[in-house]
């Protein structure tokens, strides 16, 4: 999962933990995303089509299961030990991805798991494993809530590469913390701090390949226009120095700003036009040096289908460039997509 992604997990925490509506809510859709580089890489192309599925059950008042795959395939059980204020959260991996690839195509998977592009898969295939946490949320005040949460992953060995030596995931703590609540004439204010640390990842005959500790912030405010509801929106991702090892994984930071406007268009239909920029540094000296930027534009438009169904059709397209030892590369690439929630 990308850091955006968990980030807003953490900052939604204390509506759904107060919320918890629904017996089931089922997804799918499909997702078609390609970037065209300009010369000075060993790749000019990257095309990547998801099919995204998931399942969520809530069984009772105190358990939900979800289910989604298939790389990698995750089955999450989140039971309520203090009902509205305490959860436990186990997370099954089963290794249903990819894992052994040929060398050749280490440049497009490191592509692919950058932020900068933010794919919607940025990962294909890991040995599996298991996570356990814990998650709690509390009012502040009579309309704000906060929510804190801390959980420990344990990653199986695997070969990630053809013909090469196991790799043994060190195991990651991560801790967060999460704010919400309404201010000034209908305005409303989400934020969320992620701290990740990681252990050594072991790699037979190669040594350690260490990350540096991860801070993520971020920060998001909606707010009435008109007929309209305008979001705005930014987090950012530092990685630290790592500890020294044979593998050092470089200092990083990864920065990005957005808009959103919620227009709606019928009793059934909103128009959701959205901008987006990317900034990403990187390096192991004391000044890190610029990796690319990306500005993302398009919009959504989202379908009531019936009182169970609603539609999404997305279109974007973006366009920025990635910076080579010697050049700037061009980046342009659109992508589309279409996704359908069915709940009960």
């Given amino acids: 999962m990308t850091a955006a992604r968990w980030l807003v997990r953490l900052a939604l925490l204390p509506g759904v933990l107060a919320a918890q509506a629904g017996t089931t809510v089922a997804r799918s859709g499909a997702f078609f995303e390609s970037y065209s580089f300009g010369t000075g890489l060993a790749f000019r192309q990257i095309s990547e089509f998801t099919i995204p599925i998931s399942v969520t059950q809530r069984v009772g ?31 099954g991996t089963i290794p249903t991805g990819a894992t052994a690839v040929p060398d050749t195509t280490i440049p497009l998977f490191g592509a692919t798991a950058t932020d900068l592009l933010g794919f919607t898969t940025p990962s294909f295939g890991s040995g599996g494993g298991m996570s356990a946490g814990f998650a709690s949320a509390f009012k502040m005040g009579s309309d704000w809530a906060i929510g804190a949460g801390a959980s420990y992953r344990y990653g199986a060995s695997y070969t990630p590469l053809q013909g090469g030596g196991t790799l043994t995931p060190g195991g990651e703590i991560r801790a967060r913390f999460g704010i919400e609540g309404p201010f000034a004439g209908g305005k409303y204010f989400r934020g969320a701090l992620v701290y990740t640390t990681t252990g050594d ?10 990350i540096g500790d991860r801070i993520l912030a971020y920060a998001a405010t909606s707010l009435p226009l008109g007929r309209s509801h305008l979001s705005i929106y930014g987090w950012e991702m530092r990685r630290l120095r790592a500890n020294l090892s044979t593998l050092p994984v470089p200092r990083g930071n990864v920065l990005a700003l957005g808009a959103r406007l919620e227009r709606p268009l019928s009793p059934r239909a909103t128009l959701v036009p959205l901008f987006e920029f990317r900034h990403e540094l990187t390096g192991p000296g004391a000044k890190m040096q610029l990796l ?53």
């Fill in 61 to 91: 008042d105190r358990l939900t299961v979800d289910h989604s795959g298939l790389v990698d395939t995750d089955l999450r059980a989140t039971i309520g030990i203090v009902p509205g204020r305490l959860v436990f959260n186990l997370v």
């Fill in 292 to 344: 690319g930027y990306l500005f993302r534009t398009g919009t959504d438009l989202r379908y009531r289908l019936s009182d169970r169904a609603t539609g999404v059709i997305q279109a974007q397209f973006a366009f920025g460039a990635l910076q080579s030892p010697d050049r700037r590369v061009s980046i342009l690439g659109p992508r589309i997509g279409a996704l359908i929630e069915w709940a009960r």
């Fill in 201 to 210: 990842n072991e790699i037979s005959g190669s040594g350690q390949s260490t």
